[in-house]
């Protein structure tokens, strides 16, 4: 799986957008962008996957550039509860393989 | 969507006793599951990949005769940690891809072990 690259901290006032950037410039034609998060004391939850259109579910935008070196996750309307370590992961859909973790964002929303 | 459940969610034992946690999955058949270990501040680590009828793969460096671990079928894997110890204290965390193919990784909620 390729390597990501993320800032390890980031601070975001609640209701506005969170935008979590990553960086993964090896990535392969066939690797998708995978976005999870960890609460505290928690597993990891999945938010949202994508290959090179922009993705929306009810939980996350994912953007992903034209030359598919960065992406960037967007909690529209971040609240206390997203506090959280958010993980980008690139890897080839449908992999049996296990997820491999780096070190993630600390996203912490302020009141 | 998919869900894993895992059990219990938190345990406290004495040293030298063994606990077992349990993986399920709920609504899909996982023939392969994953264990990970946390520690405190540190992201999650790969112990063992826990694979439906035969036996489990370790990753370098965790002892496979004292974690222990069985799939004996398609929606159950558990971890027994033998003989445990202090420094076994972690985070556990079971995780199953879903039903489909490209069904993602989902995640239990993971078994808070503390050995003392």
């Known amino acids: 799986d390729a390597k990501t690259t993320q800032p390890p901290s980031m601070d975001c006032a609640e209701g506005r957008a969170a935008n979590l950037p990553c960086n993964h410039s090896?990535?392969?034609?066939?690797?998708?962008v995978y976005w999870y998060r960890q609460i505290h004391s928690q597993g990891p939850q999945y938010i949202i996957h994508?290959?090179?259109n922009n993705e929306t579910n009810e939980m996350a935008s994912l953007i992903i550039t034209e030359d598919r070196k960065s992406s960037t996750l967007i909690l529209p309307h971040a609240t206390l509860r997203d506090t959280a370590v958010y993980y980008c992961?690139?890897?080839?859909?449908?992999?049996?393989?296990?997820?491999?973790f780096g070190s993630g964002t600390q996203l912490t929303v302020l009141p | 969507g998919a869900v894993v459940s895992q059990h219990p969610s938190w345990v406290i034992c004495k040293s030298g006793t063994s606990v077992k946690i349990e993986c399920r999955s709920l609504?899909?058949?996982?023939?392969?599951m994953f264990w990970y270990r946390q520690f405190p501040k540190q992201s999650l680590m790969l112990m063992a990949t826990s694979n439906e009828g035969s036996k489990a793969t370790y990753e370098q460096g965790v002892e496979k005769d004292k974690f222990l671990i069985n799939h004996a079928s398609l929606t159950l894997s558990t971890l027994t940690v033998t003989s445990a110890h202090p420094e076994d204290s972690s985070f556990y965390i079971c995780s199953s891809r879903g039903s489909s193919y490209n069904s993602p990784l989902h995640f239990g909620n993971g078994t808070r072990l503390t050995v003392t």
């Open positions: 992961i690139v890897r080839v859909l449908g992999s049996a393989r296990q997820l491999t």
């Open positions: 609504d899909f058949q996982a023939t392969t």
């Open positions: 994508g290959l090179k």
């Open positions: 090896t990535i392969s034609g066939n690797e998708y």
